[in-house]
């Protein structure tokens, strides 16, 4: 973030007497040109007093100030170099030294020059303020910080240095201090749309997005062509998933600013979000000819080369971005993404902990590594990390208990414990095999969950109370989320609980849908070949029903849909499947789905809550993988662990269901041959 301009000490009143009267004048001739912005005339004079008296300390300093002023910062240091030579003790010359200096990258330097301008006079405000320029362009901000507090100690009302120590304190992420620092220069610049701006970034930064959009609204009604602000407050709505206003703001950046690389990165970002694709890499390839030195762009554009299963070039746009910006954290994380898709499983790991080692509070480095652990049934090194799923910018379940998180080191005997589901049904069914090892402490358990699960599991072995989400809670002693419940029994592969079944549906319920299914007629497979469109690896793990063909015709077999809802695309394909039964509509919840699973031989399911509640049940499931793999499902093997009557069938490296369907139909067709009776 620039910090705001230095102070140049250029309009000095000439203090020592020159050599003769008409010299005098001529340098007062000369100051009032160069206050009035005539430079170059200004020059003419200067030159001609240094040519008389060519030691001349206001002559050679302000010269000095008009070369910097001009962009000639080289000529500009040897001008105040001589004048200090003739006056050492000149705070303003100091300070101006240093000013030139740092303009020439002598940062160090620029520093020693402000110290010196300091003890010659410790009440310069404008020397601390430029002081904390040079430290924070040093990357010393927390010195910075320091040096501005000096510069508004001696100036409250000293609006550059209470912009850079904002600046700064964002810089640091010390976000809330940054906030109230903004607010106290906007009391002094109210009608600064830059300050706005800044602030609106910083109510972003503090994942505020409505309270920053009305701050970015303000910089625009003060500057309507404001595209930077355009850009913020696009950003801004895409966090609040407003992406048609989004995509409204960073179009009319662009049209203010055709050349702006970063409007047209954000709108392939939102693009992106709406699920076109193809445009956004249109957009990010514009932002690229626009600034090839944007490392963000290669970023963006790999997220949607990775949404497209297209991984090779994603990894390779994001070791561009690395190229361009070898700390950029984040093309470190989703590099390790790519790579994880490629099979590359050590560097993907390496990859997130050279993001860790920039940012050790990088939640999303620790996420991803934990998730390749976890996959790669390292549950030492994933069950840890995984914890940190807690502290990513898209969390939204985390509960702030005042009742300490339990994760095994504390004897639960006697004690009450809330065990609370946090992520979708799938997770929820899967991990509620904990609540009875949990009870065997001691415990008495109280156990959390969405309504559509509640009924499913009234009566759960070892449960003293149930309730949902939107229930009263009774009082506990300690808490824990059911995906953090491995960690506190330090689960490993070989000792994972798979007791099945481990829930059942409700008898009242199979024997309400015994009556309304239609009568068996061969072997009876119940399908899931879609979840929620809103999951966001949903490109992954669904199969258009089309592609079902070959199973939906095979000979011996009846088909139950076990899904709720349909895709528009599908409806019409629905209608001429006589032979696939589709009561989903009329469940109310997912009790009513494992009662129709009751009567079901096979269930055939994409990875969704179906594979959960039917591998749960102890029902024989066969899932069909992406290769985009989920950690739960290890690496290539056909069985689960988790559930002992799963089998998997998973995508080749490329992609691709047709061979997965493939397969699925003929080993459908031996299961139902041997069902079939003798003779």
């Known amino acids: 973030m620039p910090v705001h301009a230095a102070n140049l000490a250029c309009m000095i009143r000439p203090q020592q007497k020159p050599a003769t009267h008409d010299l005098?004048?001529?340098?007062?001739?000369?100051?009032?040109?160069?206050?009035?912005?005539?430079?170059?005339?200004?020059?003419?004079?200067?030159?001609?007093?240094?040519?008389?008296?060519?030691?001349?300390?206001?002559?050679?300093?302000?010269?000095?100030?008009?070369?910097?002023?001009?962009?000639?910062?080289?000529?500009?240091?040897?001008?105040?170099?001589?004048?200090?030579?003739?006056?050492s003790r000149s705070a303003a010359a100091l300070s101006n030294h240093g000013i030139v200096l740092s303009a020439l990258d002598r940062l160090d330097d620029a520093v020693a020059s402000y110290d010196k301008a300091i003890a010659a006079?410790?009440?310069?405000?404008?020397?601390?303020?430029?002081?904390?320029?040079?430290?924070?362009?040093?990357?010393?901000?927390?010195?910075?910080?320091?040096?501005?507090?000096?510069?508004?100690?001696?100036?409250?009302?000293?609006?550059?240095?209470?912009?850079?120590?904002?600046?700064?304190?964002?810089?640091?992420?010390?976000?809330?201090?940054?906030?109230?620092?903004?607010?106290?220069?906007?009391?002094?610049?109210?009608?600064?749309?830059?300050?706005f701006n800044h602030r609106g970034g910083t109510l972003r930064d503090l994942q505020r997005p409505a309270e920053a959009i009305a701050s970015f609204d303000r910089a625009i009604a003060l500057r309507p062509n404001y595209a930077e602000a355009l850009i913020g407050r696009g950003n801004a709505m895409l966090e609040l998933q407003r992406n048609a206003d989004a995509l409204a703001d960073?179009?009319?950046?662009?049209?203010?600013?055709?050349?702006?690389?970063?409007?047209?990165?954000?709108?392939?970002?939102?693009l992106r979000e709406l699920n076109r694709r193809e445009e956004a890499l249109v957009s990010f390839a514009r932002a690229i000819e626009l600034k090839?030195?944007?490392?963000?762009?290669?970023?963006?554009?790999?997220?949607?080369?990775l949404d497209l299963n297209r991984h090779a070039e994603a990894l390779a746009d994001y070791d561009r971005a690395l190229t361009l910006k070898p700390d950029n954290t984040d093309a470190l994380v989703n590099r390790?993404?790519?790579?994880?898709?490629?099979?590359?499983?050590?560097?993907?790991?390496?990859?997130?902990?050279?993001?860790?080692?920039?940012?050790?509070?990088?939640?999303?480095?620790?996420?991803?590594?934990?998730?390749?652990?976890?996959?790669?049934?390292?549950?030492?090194?994933?069950w840890p990390a995984y914890e940190w799923r807690w502290r990513r910018s898209t969390e939204t379940g985390r509960r702030d208990f005042s009742q300490p998180l339990w994760l095994g080191e504390q004897p639960?005997?006697?004690?009450?414990?809330?065990?609370?589901?946090?992520?979708?049904?799938?997770?929820?069914?899967?991990?509620?095999?904990?609540?009875?090892?949990?009870?065997?402490?001691?415990?008495?358990?109280?156990?959390?969950?969405?309504?559509?699960?509640?009924?499913?599991?009234?009566?759960?072995?070892?449960?003293?109370?149930?309730?949902?989400?939107?229930?009263?809670?009774?009082?506990?002693?300690?808490?824990?989320?059911?995906?953090?419940?491995?960690?506190?029994?330090?689960?490993?592969?070989?000792?994972?609980?798979?007791?099945?079944?481990?829930?059942?549906?409700?008898?009242?319920?199979?024997?309400?849908?015994?009556?309304?299914?239609?009568?068996?007629?061969?072997?009876?497979v119940g399908l899931a070949w879609s979840g929620k469109p809103t999951h966001k690896n949903d490109h992954n793990r669904t199969v258009a029903l089309s592609h079902l063909a070959p199973l939906l015709s095979q000979e011996g077999c009846e088909f139950i849909c076990l899904q709720k809802e349909f895709r528009d695309a599908d409806r019409p394909l629905l209608a001429t499947l006589p032979?696939?039964?589709c009561p989903g509509e009329a469940f109310a919840d997912f009790a009513d789905t494992a009662a129709v699973m009751a009567s079901l031989d096979l269930v055939i399911t994409v990875d969704t809550a179906i594979a959960h509640l039917a591998g749960a049940l102890g029902k024989p499931v066969w899932i069909l993988l992406s290769h985009v793999i989920d950690w739960r499902w290890l690496l290539e093997r056909e069985d689960s662990p988790w559930y002992p009557?799963?089998?998997?069938?998973?995508?080749?490296?490329?992609?691709?269901?047709?061979?997965?369907?493939?397969?699925?139909q003929q080993a459908l067709a031996a299961l139902a041959q041997a069902a079939r009776p003798a003779g």
């Open 24 to 87: 005098q004048e001529t340098l007062q001739r000369a100051v009032a040109l160069h206050q009035s912005g005539r430079l170059a005339e200004a020059e003419d004079l200067y030159r001609t007093v240094l040519a008389a008296a060519p030691d001349n300390f206001d002559a050679l300093h302000l010269c000095g100030v008009l070369k910097h002023q001009r962009g000639q910062s080289a000529e500009a240091l040897g001008l105040i170099a001589r004048a200090l030579a003739t006056n």
């Open 121 to 195: 006079n410790p009440d310069y405000a404008e020397a601390f303020n430029n002081r904390g320029n040079a430290l924070g362009v040093l990357r010393r901000l927390d010195d910075a910080i320091a040096s501005y507090d000096r510069a508004l100690a001696l100036r409250p009302q000293y609006l550059e240095a209470q912009i850079n120590r904002a600046n700064c304190l964002r810089l640091l992420r010390r976000n809330e201090e940054a906030l109230a620092a903004y607010n106290k220069a906007l009391v002094l610049a109210p009608g600064d749309a830059e300050l």
């Open 250 to 270: 960073f179009d009319r950046a662009i049209a203010i600013k055709p050349d702006f690389a970063e409007a047209y990165s954000n709108r392939g970002n939102v």
């Open 292 to 305: 090839p030195a944007y490392d963000g762009s290669y970023n963006n554009r790999g997220n949607v080369l």
């Open 336 to 382: 390790s993404n790519a790579l994880g898709n490629l099979g590359r499983f050590a560097e993907a790991v390496e990859s997130c902990e050279r993001a860790i080692a920039l940012k050790p509070d990088l939640a999303e480095a620790h996420w991803n590594k934990a998730l390749t652990c976890l996959l790669l049934g390292d549950f030492e090194r994933g």
């Open 412 to 524: 639960l005997r006697g004690k009450t414990i809330l065990l609370h589901a946090e992520q979708g049904f799938g997770d929820a069914i899967q991990f509620v095999r904990y609540v009875p090892i949990v009870a065997a402490q001691g415990a008495r358990v109280i156990l959390e969950v969405p309504d559509d699960l509640k009924p499913m599991l009234t009566g759960f072995a070892s449960v003293s109370a149930l309730v949902s989400r939107d229930e009263s809670l009774p009082a506990f002693d300690a808490h824990c989320p059911l995906l953090s419940l491995p960690l506190a029994f330090k689960t490993t592969p070989a000792t994972i609980p798979a007791p099945v079944p481990y829930l059942h549906a409700p008898p009242e319920r199979i024997a309400a849908w015994r009556e309304r299914l239609p009568p068996k007629g061969g072997l009876r």
């Open 579 to 581: 032979q696939l039964c």
């Open 645 to 664: 009557t799963a089998r998997l069938f998973r995508q080749p490296a490329g992609g691709g269901w047709d061979s997965v369907i493939i397969r699925t």
